[in-house]
């Protein structure tokens, strides 16, 4: 069980088993038993004790410090006991065996009334290979569902979930981005073989998706859990494809300021295109866009000295140039799927970076499956990227003086 508190210790989020636990329907009405006075938590650094009318109970918890766009947040993970586990009555479970018992006697029954009696052995062997059969390709699909090559976004339904969990739209994309920039963080970790960052890593990210009701993530997740070693690195790659086209339909950046930076021509020239090919794109003739980047507030958000900051920005600065002649190279072949990997590359390293103008114009490289679309956004993006360097050099030629 899980749930969120903010900087002012006030509950933000909980997950449906710690709902159902306190027996509230959503967190509005936990928070108003817990303004009543009617459910009361009591937090230390190893334990959560949970007051309600029936008493009090104290659990085991962990703390997950998370920082975020809205101040430092706190995960809590608690580890409830066996008999909180146990959903279902004796009397309820004493009926369930009675039905499995009445199935398993109606599966006999038609056995021994077969038209062919004397062939009953040969018949419950095929029972049998079908029941195995049905059930290895019951255990590949569940191994393979989400892996499907799709790359269209996912729009989330913010209005009705933000309503659903008791916070505003603008807090959910927040809470959203943070999310996505704790799943990059959390990617080495996630293929970590250490079991402890594993299990941190696949944890975090379950429970953070279940509070944020994303459904398609939560599958994922649990389908890495539940997968064979081998099959792991497919799963997680196929868990951050998906995370990639997580988006809402609120996404609409530059869009009118980008008619006036580029230009819809390229010149020609003589160069070899396979039938694949989207094209080619020549970005001399892209001017730069210029967006608003302070490196000291980048500094201070993440509370690290602007000297690393800077040198962390060169290093950014050189892989742009890289990435994007592979970018240029995989549109001339028609390799989609490259572009938008790299789009999702540089759009972590730019969003750790809190480089946002640049981060959102990657984000849309990375979500886009029509090569109509690319060259524009690839214009855009190298228009961002080109005001961002002007600027990180004219720094640096100024400290150098």
Same mark, same amino acid.
């Given at each position: 069980?899980?749930?969120?508190?903010?900087?002012?210790e006030?509950i933000?989020?909980?997950?449906?088993?710690l709902?159902?636990?306190?027996?509230?329907?959503?967190?509005?009405?936990?928070?108003?038993?817990?303004?009543?006075?009617?459910?009361?938590?009591?937090?230390?650094?190893?334990?959560?004790?949970?007051?309600?009318?029936?008493?009090?109970?104290?659990?085991?918890?962990?703390?997950?410090?998370?920082s975020?766009?809205?101040?430092?947040?706190?995960?809590?993970?608690?580890?409830?006991?066996?008999?909180?586990?146990?959903?279902v009555?004796?009397? *309820?479970?004493?009926?369930?065996?009675?039905?499995a018992?009445?199935?398993?006697?109606?599966?006999?029954?038609?056995?021994?009334?077969?038209?062919?009696?004397?062939?009953?052995?040969s018949t419950?062997?095929?029972?049998t290979?079908?029941?195995?059969?049905?059930?290895?390709?019951?255990?590949?699909?569940?191994?393979?569902?989400?892996? *499907?090559?799709?790359?269209?976004?996912?729009?989330?339904?913010?209005?009705?979930?933000s309503?659903?969990?008791?916070?505003?739209?603008?807090?959910?994309?927040?809470?959203?981005?943070?999310y996505?920039d704790?799943?990059?963080?959390?990617? *080495?970790?996630?293929?970590?073989?250490?079991?402890?960052?594993y299990?941190h890593?696949?944890?975090?990210?379950?429970?953070?998706?279940?509070?944020?009701?994303?459904p398609?993530?939560?599958?994922?997740?649990?389908?890495i859990e539940?997968?064979?070693?081998?099959?792991?690195?497919?799963l997680?790659?196929s868990?951050?494809?998906?995370?990639?086209?997580?988006?809402?339909?609120?996404i609409?950046?530059?869009e009118?300021?980008?008619?006036?930076?580029?230009?819809?021509?390229?010149?020609?020239?003589?160069?070899?295109?396979?039938?694949e090919?989207?094209?080619?794109?020549?970005?001399d003739n892209?001017?730069?866009?210029?967006?608003?980047?302070?490196?000291?507030?980048?500094?201070?958000?993440?509370?690290?000295?602007?000297?690393?900051?800077?040198?962390?920005?060169?290093?950014?600065? *050189?892989?742009?140039?890289?990435?994007?002649?592979?970018?240029?190279?995989?549109?001339?072949?028609?390799d989609?799927?490259?572009i938008?990997n790299?789009?999702?590359?540089?759009?972590?390293?730019?969003?750790?970076?809190?480089?946002?103008?640049?981060?959102?114009?990657?984000?849309k490289?990375q979500?886009?499956?029509?090569?109509n679309?690319?060259?524009?956004?690839?214009?855009?993006?190298?228009?961002?990227?080109l005001?961002?360097e002007?600027?990180?050099n004219?720094r640096?030629?100024?400290?150098?003086?």
């Amino acid at each position: 069980m899980y749930y969120i508190v903010n900087h002012t210790e006030h509950i933000i989020a909980a997950d449906s088993s710690l709902l159902e636990l306190l027996s509230v329907k959503n967190i509005n009405e936990l928070y108003t038993k817990i303004a009543l006075g009617e459910i009361k938590f009591t937090t230390s650094s190893e334990e959560v004790t949970i007051t309600t009318k029936n008493g009090l109970k104290s659990y085991p918890a962990q703390n997950h410090m998370l920082s975020g766009i809205l101040g430092d947040i706190t995960l809590v993970h608690i580890h409830p006991s066996a008999e909180d586990k146990i959903s279902v009555s004796n009397d *309820e479970l004493f009926d369930l065996m009675s039905d499995a018992e009445e199935v398993k006697e109606k599966k006999e029954e038609k056995i021994l009334f077969e038209d062919e009696p004397f062939d009953l052995i040969s018949t419950v062997e095929e029972a049998t290979a079908e029941e195995t059969a049905d059930q290895e390709t019951v255990d590949k699909e569940a191994t393979t569902e989400g892996l *499907e090559d799709n790359t269209s976004p996912i729009v989330i339904d913010i209005e009705n979930i933000s309503q659903e969990i008791g916070i505003s739209t603008k807090d959910y994309e927040n809470f959203l981005n943070e999310y996505i920039d704790t799943a990059l963080a959390l990617e *080495e970790d996630l293929k970590n073989s250490e079991e402890k960052k594993y299990y941190h890593a696949i944890s975090t990210l379950s429970h953070l998706s279940d509070i944020l009701h994303l459904p398609v993530i939560t599958n994922i997740i649990e389908q890495i859990e539940n997968s064979k070693p081998d099959d792991r690195d497919s799963l997680i790659e196929s868990l951050y494809a998906t995370i990639a086209r997580l988006t809402t339909t609120q996404i609409n950046i530059f869009e009118e300021e980008i008619k006036f930076h580029v230009e819809d021509t390229d010149p020609v020239v003589e160069k070899d295109i396979t039938a694949e090919s989207f094209g080619i794109i020549n970005l001399d003739n892209v001017r730069p866009i210029h967006f608003d980047f302070q490196i000291e507030e980048a500094a201070n958000d993440l509370s690290l000295p602007i000297e690393l900051i800077e040198e962390f920005v060169h290093d950014f600065t *050189e892989q742009v140039h890289t990435e994007t002649e592979k970018m240029l190279s995989a549109y001339e072949q028609g390799d989609l799927n490259t572009i938008q990997n790299i789009g999702h590359l540089l759009k972590g390293a730019a969003s750790n970076l809190r480089i946002t103008a640049l981060s959102d114009s990657l984000y849309k490289i990375q979500l886009c499956e029509d090569s109509n679309n690319l060259k524009n956004l690839i214009k855009e993006y190298w228009g961002l990227f080109l005001s961002f360097e002007n600027e990180i050099n004219l720094r640096s030629e100024m400290e150098r003086k």
